[in-house]
């Protein structure tokens, strides 16, 4: 098992470009979930899927944040317009039904000039 | 809504000795569980352990374990014998078994490994 892979590593755009995240969870997990590190906030959930389907996005910060779910093995979350204040780690994760802890993929350092 | 408390930003060992990294949590729930994930300079979340509220026995991993408390919502983290691998931000983590799936993050502890 690959783990969760996310892509790209590191992401450097410009203040007003279109940044697009893209995660792929791990084969037969049926919840993947959206996490944004900072120094001044910490780990903060952004959204979470359940089989494909979003359940929770009260932590996306506004409207220029969106994620998506085609299907059970690849997500998107897309950032229009990007902000310098959008630059932090972004990580992905997906988990196995309830209890069990989540596997994170290596994650999307993201720098926004 | 829950929160989890990690009152200790950094903690130092020396390798080899014995450290414990402490954990609060906030919660009026009787079922739920509790994670230690370890995040080195790599930046992977890497998890650690996992401990079920309804189990009393504390969870052990190889030199990792775990002392919880429920009544008192305490969840430390113990490695013995340190490795200079262990160095790392420590995050403790509780999932509700009500509220959906999400975990909830305390702020970390960063762990020195000393030769």
């Known amino acids: 098992d690959a783990g969760v892979i996310q892509s790209p590593r590191h992401e450097v755009t410009e203040m007003g470009q279109e940044v697009t995240l893209r995660c792929k969870p791990i084969?037969?997990?049926?919840?993947l979930f959206w996490y944004r590190q900072t120094m001044m906030r910490g780990l903060e959930l952004l959204i979470y899927?359940?089989?494909?389907?979003?359940?929770?996005d009260s932590g996306m910060p506004e409207d220029r944040f969106s994620a998506k779910m085609p299907n059970a093995s690849f997500s998107t979350l897309k950032i229009q317009p990007s902000e310098p204040r959008d630059s932090a780690v972004y990580f992905c994760?997906?988990?196995?039904?309830?209890?069990?802890?989540?596997?994170f993929g290596s994650g999307t350092r993201l720098t926004v000039v | 809504a829950q929160t989890v408390t990690q009152s200790q930003p950094e903690m130092s060992v020396q390798e080899a000795e014995t450290v414990t990294l402490s954990c609060t949590y906030d919660?009026?729930?009787?079922?739920?569980?509790l994670f230690w994930y370890k995040q080195p300079p790599s930046r992977q979340m890497i998890l650690v352990i996992r401990?079920?509220?309804?189990?009393?026995q504390n969870a052990t991993e190889n030199r990792f374990s775990v002392n919880f408390q429920k009544a008192a919502k305490s969840f430390s983290l113990k490695i013995s014998d340190s490795q200079l691998g262990d160095a790392a931000m420590y995050f403790c983590?509780?999932?509700?078994?009500?509220?959906?799936?999400?975990?909830?993050f305390g702020g970390g502890t960063r762990l020195m490994v000393k030769p």
């Open positions: 994760a997906s988990s196995l039904g309830l209890g069990m802890g989540y596997t």
């Open positions: 401990q079920e509220a309804y189990k009393q």
């Open positions: 983590a509780y999932r509700s078994n009500n509220a959906g799936n999400m975990l909830t």
């Open positions: 899927f359940n089989n494909n389907v979003p359940i929770d």
């Open positions: 919660t009026s729930e009787s079922d739920y569980y």
């Open positions: 084969s037969g997990h049926d919840y």
